[in-house]
């Protein structure tokens, strides 16, 4: 076995194959943690998952829950339920990504929203692989045409990204959505995301993203033409309803910027 599979292989197969009634605890321990962590070159990602599990098991049998050791191997400092339990949970995670990456590009968008909203844990994932799998989520909704669900997280990333890093990316799918096909709830709760970053966020000049609140505000407020909009204005309206403010607002600012060209 050393002649085929040279030293370092050929240990840890002979410690995954040791019967764990033959073992001390901590040697124990240190074998699957060994193996789990160090075996990745050796073994399948499911085979160290598997031992990890099996690490648990083993520190859960102890009387003494709060038992840990000392780890021997760099980047890890403990060895204890805590530690064994986020590595589980960290790979648990990887594994539903690179799954939501690859239905995602297999174009089975109905069974990447199920799993990313029935299965995946937000739950401590970083920033990055935050925005990119919600990212996800909306576009699988868009290509369902599932304008309520696609509303939905991008009022919830918008709040999330709060007009930093990744906004620019929600944005253009605001642009792709179908405001008609969308509840008044959810129109209501864009609308409150969009008007944040057109005043604060610095998109006052994206003249497509106030047609999409004009857009939204015409929906929840009803239809009204430049004349009736006007003579609410130049009579001095106390503009009662927030919507009918945002029509105003939106209607004048997509004037300024030429980019009126009806009266209706």
């Known amino acids: 076995m050393l002649a085929e599979l040279g030293s370092e292989k050929a240990i840890f197969i ?3 194959s040791l019967s764990s009634s033959f073992l001390e605890q901590e040697l124990r321990v ?5 193996i789990a962590i160090n075996g990745t070159s050796t073994f399948p990602f499911q085979v160290c998952k598997n031992h990890l599990w099996m690490l648990l ?10 038992i840990k050791y000392q780890s021997l191997i760099n980047g890890y400092e403990l060895i204890n339920l805590e530690t064994v339990q986020n590595l589980i949970a960290e790979m648990e995670r ?7 990456q690859r239905l995602f590009d297999s174009r ?3 069974r990447v929203v199920d799993i990313i909203i029935d299965n995946f844990s937000w739950k401590d ?6 925005l990119s799998t919600a990212m996800i989520l909306i576009d699988s909704y868009l290509q369902l045409n599932d304008m309520n669900g696609a509303s939905e997280w991008i009022s919830r990333l918008l709040d999330f990204t709060g007009g930093l890093a990744g906004t620019q990316e929600v944005i253009e799918r605001v642009k792709q959505l179908a405001i008609e096909n969308i509840s008044i709830e959810n129109i209501s709760n864009l609308v409150h995301c969009i008007v944040h970053l057109l005043v604060l966020g610095g998109y006052e000049s994206d003249t497509a993203l106030w047609l999409v609140l004009y857009r939204c505000a015409f929906h929840l407020e009803g239809e009204h033409t430049v004349e009736t909009l006007s003579e609410l204005y130049d009579g001095g309206c106390q503009m009662l309803t927030s919507a009918l403010n945002i029509l105003v607002t939106a209607h004048e600012a997509i004037a300024k910027h030429g980019k009126c060209f009806i009266d209706n």
């Open 94 to 100: 990887r594994e539903s990504l690179e799954a939501i």
């Open 57 to 66: 098991a083993t520190l859960k049998s102890n009387y003494n829950s709060e």
């Open 108 to 110: 089975q968008f109905d």
């Open 125 to 130: 994932v970083d920033r990055s692989a935050l």
């Open 14 to 16: 002979c410690y995954s």
């Open 30 to 34: 240190r074998i699957l943690w060994s």
